[in-house]
């Protein structure tokens, strides 16, 4: 079955350092997001991705945060300047029609 | 403002019995309503979903249930099993866009 991939599973970084996280959707979807979990709290939303441009952001998608998709098959999620409050779980999402996500296993994102 | 929450934050089900899993939304101008489990360091996982035209839908195991009028969600889980142990999370999109935002999720323990 096909499945959203996103890598490293998990990241350390130091505060202020630049952290790209990757994912790779599935093949056919069009529309791609960005979630995040803080520990113990609900998933929210960053943003989302449609036709090779951000369709919806987020308040916590400041302009520290960028997406990307630089070929075919990549989606990444750029973080500048990373805070100390940037640590979560972040998710990468995919769908075919904008309704039905299918999420990453996320990566952990710790910062020092 | 507008929000989807959940009524519980933990259930403890005995094996074999039902569970119900229940949301409360605020925004009328929700048309998609979905269901998703989180097991412990995975992302979501789709379970169902509904559309708002409908008031009930079944899959295996599981049912959605739809109230418009008091703008409630459910989810029953039928013979409840050691897997189905996780956090429950409902999520509703707008008719205009295509994110989904999600409520403060349950935790489903199921009692052996």
């Known amino acids: 079955e096909p499945e959203v991939t996103q890598t490293p599973s998990h990241q350390v970084t130091q505060m202020g350092q630049e952290v790209i996280l990757r994912c790779v959707p599935i093949?056919?979807?069009?529309?791609f997001y960005w979630y995040r979990q803080i520990l113990g709290q609900k998933v929210e939303f960053l943003v989302s991705?449609?036709?090779?441009?951000?369709?919806?952001k987020s308040e916590i998608f400041d302009d520290q945060f960028s997406v990307e998709r630089p070929d075919g098959s990549n989606f990444t999620l750029k973080i500048r300047s990373t805070k100390l409050e940037d640590s979560a779980m972040y998710f990468c999402?995919?769908?075919?029609?904008?309704?039905?996500?299918?999420f990453g296993s996320g990566t952990q994102l710790s910062v020092l | 403002g507008e929000s989807v929450g959940l009524h519980l934050p933990t259930l403890s089900v005995q094996e074999g019995d039902n569970s119900i899993i229940n949301c409360a939304y605020s925004?009328?101008?929700?048309?998609?309503f979905i269901w998703y489990k989180q097991e412990s360091g995975k992302g979501p996982q789709f379970i169902i979903d509904?559309?708002?035209?409908?008031d009930k839908r079944q899959g295996q195991r599981v049912t959605v249930l739809l109230n418009k009028t008091v703008k409630h969600l459910s989810l029953q889980i039928a013979a409840t099993q050691p897997g189905d142990s996780a956090v429950y999370f409902c999520?509703?999109?707008?008719?205009?866009?295509?994110?989904?935002?999600f409520g403060g999720g349950t935790r489903v323990l199921v009692k052996p």
């Open positions: 999402a995919s769908c075919e029609g904008g309704e039905k996500l299918f």
């Open positions: 093949s056919n979807h069009l529309y």
């Open positions: 999520a509703e999109k707008k008719a205009a866009g295509n994110k989904l935002t």
């Open positions: 991705f449609y036709n090779n441009e951000i369709s919806e």
């Open positions: 925004n009328s101008a929700s048309d998609y």
């Open positions: 509904i559309r708002s035209n409908m």
